[in-house]
C-alpha cells in the first residue's frame, strides 16, 4: 500500500452565506493553505479535520491501492485527485497524490 500525499491547496470564505444561514460558532476549521498530511490506507492523518476526512477518505483508499485516473482523464497526474470538504461555508480544496516511494513524506 502506497502512501497519500495531501496538499491543502484552496480554502474558500462565503461569508454572505454565512450571515444568511449559518448559525454562529466559534471555531469551524484549522486547515490553512499549504499545510501538508500524509495518509496510510484508512487512518486519518493526524491533526486532519474529521469531517474532511470522510470526504476525502475514500479516495486516498483508492490511490493507495493502486487506483489511478479517476473519472477517464479528470486529472493531469492520474495518480491524483483534486477533492473539496464538504463545507458549504468554507469549503477546503485537497491535492491527493500518490507518493510513489514507499518512504517519502
Not at 62 to 69: M, P, R
Not at 82 to 103: A, H, K, Q, W, Y
Request: proline share 4%; aromatic share 12%.
Amino acid at each position: 500500500m502506497k502512501k497519500v500525499r495531501i496538499t491543502v491547496m484552496k480554502v474558500a470564505c462565503y461569508k454572505d452565506l454565512m450571515e444568511k444561514y449559518e448559525n454562529p460558532i466559534e471555531h469551524a476549521c484549522s486547515m490553512k493553505e499549504g499545510m501538508v498530511f500524509i495518509a496510510n490506507g484508512w487512518e486519518r492523518p493526524e491533526g486532519f479535520c474529521l469531517s474532511a476526512w470522510e470526504t476525502v477518505s475514500p479516495f486516498v483508499m483508492a490511490l493507495s491501492h493502486g487506483a489511478q485516473d479517476f473519472y477517464d482523464g479528470w486529472m493531469k497526474n492520474k495518480r491524483s485527485a483534486m477533492i473539496s470538504c464538504n463545507d458549504g461555508f468554507r469549503p477546503v480544496s485537497f491535492l491527493l497524490e500518490t507518493l510513489e516511494d514507499e518512504n517519502a513524506v
